[in-house]
């Protein structure tokens, strides 16, 4: 049973819109929330990342939103190009203090030219 | 600079066949990890490594062994393959936690192992 559950399992967006993936948590122990990019034929690389303690993280036109009350977190990615088409990963630590994490089930996005 | 390599990219097993998958980083990393990938699943972590000589469990260990003899490199081992272990396998590699909190994995780019 995965403990961060992800949605879509994939989307089409045109180039220069929105894309928007969620995820939702159960365990209010976390407190660290990864999201990895994975083009194909490769491994994961860390995107962008973000602590419970703030509502929001922007890097570069990559953000992500953060609702504790709801365990929820949300990536976004502004002005979508060509090159974001990949499987984005949500994620978050199997315990306190440690390094293992599970990962969500992932989003295919292609992003329309 | 490698980072993280995996041998071999691909492989095809018959069914109750052995087989040793090749994790080796040189970035002189504390932990290392073996994740399963599976379409809808998203990453599993099946077995980890926090140091030379210690191996633990993950979230689907079972069917699979690892070992850890050297710092660099980080072997997975299927002793009699299924076909439920069609999967692609990917390696990671990190700094340890109390390097400085949650510490980034870095990737191979994975081994497709089909399992007939």
């Known amino acids: 049973q995965q403990q961060v559950k992800q949605s879509p399992q994939s989307l089409i967006v045109q180039k220069g819109g929105i894309s928007i993936i969620n995820c939702a948590y159960e365990?209010?122990?976390?407190?660290?929330f990864p999201w990895y990019q994975q083009f194909p034929g490769k491994g994961p690389a860390l995107l962008i990342a973000i602590r419970p303690d703030v509502s929001e993280k922007k890097e570069g036109r990559f953000t992500i939103s953060f609702n504790k009350s709801a365990k929820q977190f949300s990536l976004h990615i502004m002005d979508s190009q060509p090159g974001d088409s990949a499987t984005y990963f949500c994620?978050?630590?199997?315990?306190?203090?440690?390094?293992?994490?599970?990962f969500g089930g992932g989003t295919r996005v292609l992003v329309k030219p | 600079n490698a980072g993280v390599t995996q041998t071999p990219k691909f492989r095809v097993l018959k069914t109750g066949q052995s087989m040793t998958l090749l994790c080796a980083q040189d970035?002189?990393?504390?932990?290392m990890y073996w994740y399963r990938q599976d379409p809808g699943m998203g990453l599993r972590l099946i077995h980890y490594s926090v140091g030379e000589g210690t191996t633990a469990k993950g979230e689907v260990p079972d069917g699979y062994n690892v070992s850890r003899l050297k710092k660099q490199n980080f072997l997975l081992g299927l002793e009699s393959a299924a076909p439920s272990q069609t999967s692609v396998y990917f390696c990671?590699?990190?700094?340890?936690?109390?390097?400085?909190?949650?510490?980034?994995?870095?990737f191979g780019d994975g081994t497709r192992l089909s399992i007939l």
């Open positions: 990671a590699s990190s700094y340890r936690w109390d390097r400085g909190g949650n510490q980034p994995q870095h």
């Open positions: 970035m002189n990393h504390e932990y």
């Open positions: 994620a978050a630590p199997l315990e306190a203090a440690g390094n293992k994490l599970t």
């Open positions: 365990n209010t122990a976390f407190d660290y």
